[in-house]
């Protein structure tokens, strides 16, 4: 029993680690304006943002109605990707097709759709009881192996 408090407690140390390391929460006013200007010209009604330092640039969060939203904008102001919640239902058929035949056991905990270089993905997230699973599907439904999971 204390073993498996041991490993759970060093599992979710490891994760901390990771996912700090990998973005990092910054004020707007240490956004280059070149990033925020972009931003304001494409999202001009959004005025609530949480802005995050990413790898390959600038990570703005937001909700929209009742949508969350992300935009990936890099160094130089350029819209890379952005990401928005879906229902399972906005699912194409072809994605929620693999998911019963190949996923039928598990249940879907999240979905969004990511644009990026005018193609669309879809992330879908299935609960597990350690590790949820993290797929990436087109649009035909194939799974996209070459593909990471955005966070």
């Not at 929460?25 to 304006?33: E, L, M, N, R, W």
């Not at 200007?37 to 909700?63: C, I, M, S």
Request: with cysteine.
């Amino acid at each position: 029993m204390n073993l498996n408090i041991i490993a759970l407690a060093a599992a979710c140390s490891l994760m901390f680690i990771f996912s700090s390391c990998a973005s990092q929460d910054i004020p707007q006013d240490k956004v280059p304006s070149v990033v925020v200007n972009t931003f304001a010209k494409a999202y001009p009604t959004v005025t609530l943002v949480e802005w995050q330092k990413h790898e390959q640039g600038f990570e703005a969060e937001f909700d929209s109605d009742t949508t969350e939203l992300t935009v990936l904008v890099d160094n130089s102001g350029t819209i890379v990707q952005t990401k928005r919640d879906l229902m399972v239902a906005e699912l194409p058929e072809a994605i929620q097709h693999t998911l019963n035949l190949n996923y039928k056991d598990k249940k879907v905990d999240d979905v969004e759709i990511v644009e990026k270089a005018g193609q669309a993905f879809y992330q879908v997230e299935l609960d597990a009881m350690w590790r949820d699973t993290k797929l990436v599907f087109d649009e035909a439904g194939e799974e996209q192996q070459n593909l990471n999971y955005w966070e």
